[in-house]
């Protein structure tokens, strides 16, 4: 019965997005202000039933309604209740109507918080959102409908792939989908903008909280599946340039460069059409994201279901909406006019320049996870680039990048002074200096680039905190002073700050790993591992039973010089319904390194394979990208995205110019 | 002139809807591409073994049919894969070889010890020469080849539990029949 409201709020959700997505398109075409009001309440609506919809199918799973088959494949009664929710969205189906949920979700948050946009702009983004959501409900129903019964239901599910059993995969989906939807506001809104064909700094004004949310919230979820990856593979690697990891990555790269670009449009007039197809290819690439991943054109880790058909559904939809969006791009960007214009030496030639790279590291991701594909499809000879590919072009382009963001904010807009900001920079240099040399001096014959790494870390560092510095003039004028600057400087300024910081702080992570250290023996109860001064013993193993699993669970006691350190439990964990045993490492970090120990095969003696690596500065990598989503919203709350500012500008036609990323 | 430019985008994402719409071709499965090699012999590989263990030869291996796997330590869908592959070997005596393609032999050498060892012999591809012969696309890959040294079937990506009882199974039992 719940199954079947849910099934039905589903099928309503498609008719009122159907007319959300015309009629207030025709009311602004014609001016009028009650048809243009009608996406409003579409957009409620539609929440509304897409959230029924999502909450029926959870109730399906937390009371283990076998007699829907998705249920019956994803779910079993011995299941975790967390892993049951989650579950939800652990496949196809389910992870389909959580990025229609998001997009609803995305969509209701227009309506609701949009006061200040004039009503046929608010209409016409509201209009397309309505237009990607038909798009997606219809593959849902059409293709992968998860309300689907059985008759009769069989006595217990299939259960879930142990290895999607684990806390950190349960959020990540939802953080991931809701920065991959989010984008879609951008999108809608460079759509909307090329229908009135009028980009004016208000407009960039509108579209920067958007971008800046959905940022955030990419950069969690990709934060949260590089973690994961990292302490349930076993491997201790974090980054794998797998086709989804890439997937969520190159959206991230190029929703980076929006963000940047929407500040010249904004500041300075200019850039527009840049800025409109980077927000087209920056939901794009979430669409190709989702479509490499669900129709099987590449395979990988989460590749669910993989089904030609859902494919070329997808690819219809990749053609109606990338297509469009880039046609009608193609007729009418040429009209938008630039506004300002600036040396290239500037604050503008410094985000161009942070647009050109992050936008070719993105191309050559795309080009590296897509390659395999070209070479087939030219029936040509076939070959893998993998990992070492991405090690050799991506990271070089990205060095250039971390240089330049130490010193970009440091230009002044329309004409900068270069050799200034150079010398305004000395600290960083003496900075830059000191991290080099003690790396070289500790790490004495190890690895020259990660001390290379280190030190392009502490340039940025360094860059960001002198210009911070140079804005609240400290040790210019008296403290006080400087205090009071600090107080009164703009939220989106800390943010910027607190941002790049971050990538400083992940850059020192990535750097760092290089000086990993890792040993493997063979362990009888009784013996040690040493490792990084650590000592490592292996008391016992026990059997520890599970929810839906059997445990090997070892005891293994860590000291430092004779001293107690800690007790470490990693796992092998054996699920007996799928046939499966995951590996369930054992992490003990002190924020600097981490102790990192996986268990492994047992033979018939009782001998253990125990693997151990210590990672120095590895949570670091984590740790930056939660500084820079944090840096992304301490900027979203910007009193200047709330208040007026932006409706009262666009109605006397110009902005007023209002801070955005520094002064 | 400047408007040409805006319709690079569009022009672009054409040619890339081609080579979605050729891959998603009828017959073009994800988990068994066509290839160029399918009923051609496999190409000649002669390699060190993993370890201490003997080199791998394709002239050794003749005379059974018998399955590679094109697997690394760095490749994550290889991870998924492995439970199976332990249980293809056990349960089922697959006469299963890994050839660990672009990986670091210390690092292959873990893999195994770590999760266990489903092959009956693992050869070293460093460099991925054989992997670029066989026309491997990605990792993990797996080959059936019958006793002639002739390439039967081409998996692509991991192995699913549906695919080896419906295709792989069947084929290696009437390949060792005929």
């Known amino acids: 019965m719940i199954t079947e409201l849910g099934h039905f709020a589903l099928i309503l959700a498609l008719f009122v997005a159907v007319i959300q997505s015309a009629v207030p398109l025709v009311g602004a075409a014609r001016r009028h202000l009650g048809w243009m009001a009608v996406g409003r309440s579409c957009a409620l609506i539609g929440f509304g039933l897409t959230a029924l919809s999502m909450l029926a199918l959870m109730h399906a799973y937390v009371t283990s309604d076998f007699t829907v088959i998705n249920v019956v494949q994803n779910s079993h009664t011995d299941k975790p209740l967390l892993y049951k929710i989650t579950g939800v969205w652990g496949n196809h189906e389910g992870s389909m109507l959580l990025w229609v949920f998001m997009l609803s979700l995305c969509a209701a948050a227009v309506a609701l918080f949009s006061d200040n946009l004039p009503p046929a702009l608010r209409a016409r983004v509201l209009a397309v959102q309505g237009m990607i959501a038909v798009g997606f409900l219809l593959f849902i129903l059409l293709t992968s409908n998860p309300f689907l019964r059985t008759f009769p239901p069989p006595p217990n599910g299939n259960g879930l792939n142990p290895v999607l059993q684990d806390p950190g995969l349960a959020f990540h989906p939802p953080f991931l989908y809701l920065g991959y939807v989010g984008f879609s506001v951008a999108f809608s809104f460079a759509v909307a903008a090329l229908i009135e064909g009028r980009v004016d700094p208000a407009w960039a004004r509108w579209v920067r909280p958007w971008t800046l949310a959905s940022w955030c919230a990419l950069t969690v979820g990709i934060a949260m599946g590089s973690w994961w990856a990292y302490y349930t593979l076993g491997w201790g690697g974090w980054w794998f340039w797998d086709p989804v990891e890439n997937a969520s990555f190159m959206p991230w790269l190029v929703g980076t460069a929006l963000i940047h670009s929407s500040i010249v449009v904004e500041k300075r007039d200019t850039l527009k059409s840049w800025t409109i197809l980077l927000a087209i290819i920056t939901f794009s690439l979430s669409l190709v994201g989702t479509f490499l991943v669900r129709s099987g054109v590449l395979t990988s880790v989460h590749a669910f279901a993989t089904d030609p058909e859902r494919g070329s559904f997808i690819l219809l939809l990749l053609i109606a909406a990338i297509g469009g969006s880039l046609t009608l791009y193609a007729i009418r960007a040429p009209a938008l006019k630039g506004g300002g214009l600036f040396a290239p030496i500037s604050r503008e030639g410094a985000l161009v320049l942070n647009n050109l790279l992050l936008s070719c590291g993105c191309a050559t991701v795309f080009l590296g996870t897509l390659y395999p594909l070209f070479l087939d499809a030219m029936g040509g000879p076939k070959l893998s680039v993998g990992f070492p590919f991405f090690n050799r072009t991506f990271a070089p382009m990205m060095v250039p990048m971390l240089i330049a963001v130490g010193i970009g904010p440091m230009l002044a807009w329309k004409r900068g002074d270069l050799l200034g900001a150079l010398q305004r920079l000395w600290v960083a240099y003496v900075a830059t200096a000191l991290v080099v040399l003690i790396a070289f001096y500790v790490t004495y014959g190890g690895p020259m680039l990660a001390v290379f790494g280190l030190g392009l870390s502490a340039w940025l560092f360094a860059a960001v905190l002198t210009e911070f510095a140079e804005r609240i003039r400290l040790f210019r004028v008296p403290f006080p002073e400087s205090a009071r600057r600090a107080i009164h400087l703009p939220r989106s300024a800390y943010g910027m700050t607190f941002a790049h910081l971050g990538l400083a702080v992940s850059v020192a992570g990535f750097a760092a790993s290089a000086y990993a250290q890792e040993a493997i023996e063979i362990l009888r109860p009784g013996g040690s591992i040493s490792i990084a001064g650590y000592q490592l013993t292996l008391e016992h193993v026990d059997h520890v039973p599970g929810p839906n699993y059997v445990a090997d669970d070892a005891a293994i006691r860590v000291t430092r010089g004779g001293d107690f350190i800690a007790m470490m439990h990693p796992q092998r964990r054996f699920f007996p319904l799928q046939q499966q045993t995951t590996g369930e490492t054992a992490i003990r970090t002190n924020l600097l390194a981490d102790l990192y120990v996986a268990l492994g095969d047992t033979n018939t003696e009782g001998d253990w394979t125990v693997r151990v690596y210590w990672k120095p500065l590895v949570p670091w990598i984590w740790m930056g990208a939660i500084i820079m989503a944090f840096g992304g919203l301490v900027s979203l709350s910007d009193r200047r995205w709330r208040v007026g500012a932006a409706a009262r500008a666009s109605r006397r036609g110009s902005a007023q110019p209002v801070p955005a990323a520094g002064e | ?178």
Request: charged content about 20%; overall charge neutral.
């Open chain 2, 1 to 178: 002139m400047r408007r040409a430019l805006y319709l690079l985008p569009l022009v672009l994402f054409v040619v890339l809807v081609g080579y979605f719409a050729t891959s998603l071709r009828p017959g073009h499965d994800s988990q068994e591409l066509p290839s160029a090699m399918i009923a051609k012999p496999a190409p000649a590989f002669d390699i060190v073994g993993l370890g201490d263990s003997r080199g791998l030869t394709l002239d050794g291996l003749k005379g059974h049919p018998f399955v590679i796997n094109f697997f690394a330590s760095w490749c994550v869908p290889c991870r998924i894969e492995h439970p199976l592959l332990m249980r293809l070997a056990e349960q089922n005596h697959l006469p299963l070889y890994g050839i660990a393609y672009k990986d670091k032999p210390d690092d292959s050498t873990r893999l195994l010890a770590t999760f266990g060892d489903p092959y009956r012999q693992v050869g070293v591809d460093r460099d991925g020469r054989v992997g670029l012969d066989f026309g491997v696309y990605g990792v993990p890959e797996t080959y059936v080849i019958d006793s002639a040294g002739v390439i039967r079937r081409r998996f692509v990506g991991p192995l699913t539990a549906e695919t080896v009882d419906k295709d792989l199974l069947p084929l290696l039992k009437q390949l060792g029949q005929s």
